[in-house]
């Protein structure tokens, strides 16, 4: 039997609520539904690797950051410009040296620009972007809030405002990223490898350096006392990215088990689902929105199960991430395209009732303790669709898992702790009050960097899947994001290479 996606998939459980809980009503319905860009005249590329041709002025969103890489490449080379200036506005600076082998030259490549061809890890895309000449000069703008963590940027503890230049290439002999800091005494490289040993210190000397780039790092609120040099030029030609969380990054294990969580029911659950697999944004939108209307009461168990869409999500054995490995989970090492339909269907319906039978029972075991059951079950199941489902942060392409969307970091192979915060991550959860401030500001930022006529793309990260923007504050923030940059550049379309809907 079909399954119809109703467009309300929490209203039986908000009418249910209690009264402490429906003043959060406004928040939750903005976010937890999907999210519609229809009104922004979105043009969804799906999970294409090959971005749009047309990319100029355009604002681009992307779901994992290093999937902006193919975007900025299609861009700089439609417009025959190379050695752009990045400004990059983010809570993280993602300069992290490549564990990839580095290209053979530092030449810019040629097309066609995939995630596949131009691979990098999550934080890894911009000195990977100026070792193939594509950027020239970096500006870092880092919220008020994170301003005394990130400290490797500056030599105080406070990143208000500093330079240094950053020197990338070759360690010597070898396949390895090299890169010396301006303000360190010594030079990093891309494979911890090298590394492990404490008393070994990489010098200048150990590496071949091929390009030579200057970074700028200030906060929001500093911008004005940067020196800009690349600000003053007439001709300069800009990539404007941004990431979503730089307006909020959130504890999101601590968040769902202040609802009552525990290791042992969020592990259950999240290995029921490991057992799920999406081959596109579409098809991750797609599952979520189902598994989040059978958990909400809007459909029937009995219609989840036998939902004949279900047998799309069959698991292939190259999505298995380290955690949840493939005898542990019984999945199939064989391509859904290649196996038969009644098999995989009969494969849906075992997992699908596997899944909503473990969390039907973490639900009664975390509640049956409580003083109101009934409510603390409610409450539970609130925090459970908060976080949400989403597909597995930490592989490069689909086939991926479905998963908790805890984030890529919150996972540990540890039984004794499966679950746990980032411990590297600054955790800022702003007020409603705290959020419009935060957003005045950046748009008085950009309007001061005098934009118009020099943006060549901008793009945006989402940053959910790795645990770090929480998912209520996506809707707001996007689409001020939107506004903002609509108003203080030449953008005029927007292009999705994400998931649809949030």
Not at 95 to 107: A, K, N, Q, R
Not at 208 to 223: G, H, M
Not at 457 to 486: K, M, W
Request: charged share 20%; glycine share 4%; net charge negative.
């Amino acid at each position: 039997s079909a399954l119809v996606l109703s467009t309300s998939p929490f209203a039986l459980f908000f009418s249910q609520r209690p009264l402490t809980m429906r003043k959060q009503l406004p928040i939750a319905v903005g976010i937890l539904l999907a999210v519609s860009f229809l009104s922004l005249k979105l043009i969804y590329k799906g999970d294409s690797s090959l971005p749009d041709a047309t990319l100029h002025n355009a604002v681009v969103i992307v779901e994992e950051h290093q999937h902006v890489l193919p975007h900025w490449a299609q861009a700089a080379h439609d417009s025959g410009k190379k050695g752009l200036t990045l400004i990059h506005i983010d809570g993280h600076s993602d300069m992290s040296l490549p564990e990839v082998t580095p290209p053979s030259h530092t030449l810019f490549p040629r097309p066609p620009f995939t995630r596949q061809t131009l691979l990098t890890g999550n934080d890894e895309f911009i000195i990977y972007s100026a070792y193939i000449s594509l950027l020239d000069y970096v500006v870092w703008v880092v919220p008020d809030w994170a301003n005394d963590h990130e400290t490797w940027a500056s030599t105080s503890q406070n990143i208000a405002y500093s330079t240094f230049t950053v020197e990338v290439g070759r360690l010597r002999d070898t396949n390895t990223f090299c890169a010396c800091y301006s303000h360190m005494n010594h030079c990093d490289t891309g494979d911890d490898r090298e590394q492990d040993d404490d008393d070994k210190v990489i010098q200048r000397s150990d590496c071949v350096l091929e390009r030579k780039i200057p970074v700028e790092v200030y906060t929001a609120s500093q911008w004005k006392l940067a020196e800009q040099p690349w600000l003053k030029s007439s001709d300069r030609t800009v990539i404007l990215d941004i990431d979503e969380d730089f307006f909020a990054v959130e504890d999101t294990v601590g968040r769902i088990k202040s609802y009552g969580w525990d290791d042992e029911a969020l592990l259950s659950v999240d290995r029921a689902l490991a057992q799920f697999c999406v081959y596109s944004a579409e098809e991750e939108a797609e599952l979520a929105q189902a598994i989040t209307q059978v958990l909400s009461g809007n459909i029937s168990p009995t219609d989840f199960v036998a939902w004949t869409r279900g047998s799309f999500f069959y698991c292939h054995h190259k999505s298995i991430s380290k955690m949840y490995h493939e005898d542990e989970l019984d999945i199939k090492s064989t391509d859904r395209d290649f196996v038969d339909v009644a098999t995989r269907r009969d494969a849906w319906t075992t997992r699908a009732t596997a899944f909503l039978a473990q969390v039907d029972g973490g639900l009664a075991r975390l509640s049956v303790s409580s003083k109101d059951p009934p409510l603390a079950r409610k409450q539970l199941l609130y925090g459970l669709l908060e976080v949400g489902f989403c597909s597995s942060a930490d592989e490069a392409t689909y086939p991926l898992q479905m998963l908790l969307c805890l984030g890529v970091d919150a996972r540990h192979e540890t039984p004794r702790h499966p679950f746990l915060p980032n411990n590297l991550v600054k955790f800022h959860t702003p007020t409603s009050s705290q959020l419009n401030t935060e957003l005045a500001l950046f748009e008085e930022m950009l309007q001061g960097m005098q934009l118009q006529g020099h943006v060549l793309l901008t793009t945006i990260c989402r940053s959910i899947r790795d645990g770090y923007l929480p998912r209520r504050f996506v809707h707001e923030v996007e689409q001020a994001i939107f506004n903002i940059v609509s108003e203080h550049t030449n953008t005029y379309k927007h292009v999705l290479d994400a998931r649809p809907t949030w």
